[in-house]
């Protein structure tokens, strides 16, 4: 087992500078372990498995996106983002990370013992982490992992992330060891909490908006007490991932506000596109609710004043709640092209190609309909025309 090889160092020196005390945790990816070095300073040495070490491709990937600190927890540190102090490899080849050691615990260790959270208290943390994620998907990172685990709460009160840039270190390779096969959902995104696109291999439609999936998951588990999909097999959690839309939160959690369900089933629409179109105007949501308003943008989606996804400002929400049954369906006219922003490749929906021309004031069905019934009566025309040459024709041969 992966705990075992952990295990294995502690009480040991690793790399010649540390003397490993014990294992700070153990996951998909690689180990944590605390190091002490000869000057009584301390380190986290995040350590990739044997297994995946052995696989030359993956320790490359490892000790180049596991680095990321370089954007993120570097010199320019995120307030949010562990602080990656460097990286290498042992005498024997095994590639590690050096990160600073976290006085703490995770959000996973917090759920374990309550269960659930206060909104307020899930609205505060929520706001952090929309913090962060805002300054990485502003630089090109997406951490396409977000999860209970990787959501550090520290004894100063900042919500770091863990494991950013881990998740896609083995992307698209195939041959990994049995041993790692059950580990794939950890490695890939964990699949209580993976959004569709990323469920169903779409590799290359990951992008922000999975984190805002991620974290909606999270606290929907928060403050419902279940998984978005429920009590599903561990076999089951992908495919229900991949083909289920998420309940709204309300029908799980009647205790829960309308504008806070509003907030949760936004941010778990099952197509990326009918999302928050990114974090700063989710975070605008959680900051209005958490003063006791409406959520704007939410709001705005629900009254048909803007289509979901659309990144253009809301407008002022109406006075009035939030239907607690309100959802985001996957309708072709909820629908708004991606944000020019958006760092995933270009793709093609049920509606880009219906556009309505510039300066016309006609509405997108009733244009469509009107290009019909010309196209429809165009033929018609050309049909009447063609019979009526045939019968003069015949006409004149007789």
Known sequence: ??????????????????????????????SVLLGRAADGSQVALKVL?????????????????????????????????????????????????TMEVLQGET???RMARTGTMPPGEVLALADQVLETLAIAHARGVVHRDLKPENIHLGIDGRVRMLDFGIARVVDGL?????????????????????????ATGLIHDIDGRTDLFGLGATMFRLLSGRQV???????MEVIAAATEQAPPLASVA???????????????????????????TMRADVRAVSAGALPPYAQAVLDGRIRAGQPSPPMTPSPGGVSP????????????????????RPERTLDDSATVP?????????????????????????????????????????
Request: hydrophobic residues 45%; proline residues 6%.
């Open 49 to 97: 498995h044997p297994e995946l070490n052995a696989i030359a491709e993956v320790r490359k990937r490892f000790l180049r996106e596991g680095f990321i600190g370089n954007s993120l927890g570097g010199a320019d540190a995120v307030p949010g983002v562990v602080r990656v102090l460097g990286s290498g490899e042992t005498p024997e080849g095994l590639a590690y990370l």
């Open 325 to 344: 049954s309100a959802r985001p369906q996957p309708t072709v006219l909820e629908h708004a092209a991606a944000p020019s922003h958006s760092m995933s």
């Open 174 to 198: 195939t041959g990994l060891p049995e041993k790692t096969a059950t580990k794939t959902g950890m490695i890939m995104g964990t699949a209580t909490y993976m959004a569709p696109e990323q």
């Open 229 to 235: 999909h429920g009590d599903v097999t561990e076999a």
């Open 254 to 280: 009647p205790g829960i506000s309308p504008a806070v369900a509003a907030v949760v089933d936004r941010s778990l629409a099952f197509i990326k596109f009918h999302r928050y179109p990114n974090a700063e």
């Open 107 to 109: 959000l996973f260790d």
């Open 1 to 30: 087992m992966y705990d075992d090889d952990a295990e294995h160092w502690v009480g040991k020196t690793f790399a010649g500078t540390w003397w490993i005390e014990r294992v700070l945790g153990t996951g998909g990816m690689g």
């Open 358 to 398: 510039p300066g016309s004031g006609t509405p997108l069905t009733q244009w469509s309909t009107g290009k019909l019934l010309l196209l429809v009566g165009g033929a018609s025309l050309a049909t009447g025309v063609i019979v009526a040459v045939i019968v003069v024709l015949l006409l004149l041969s007789c």
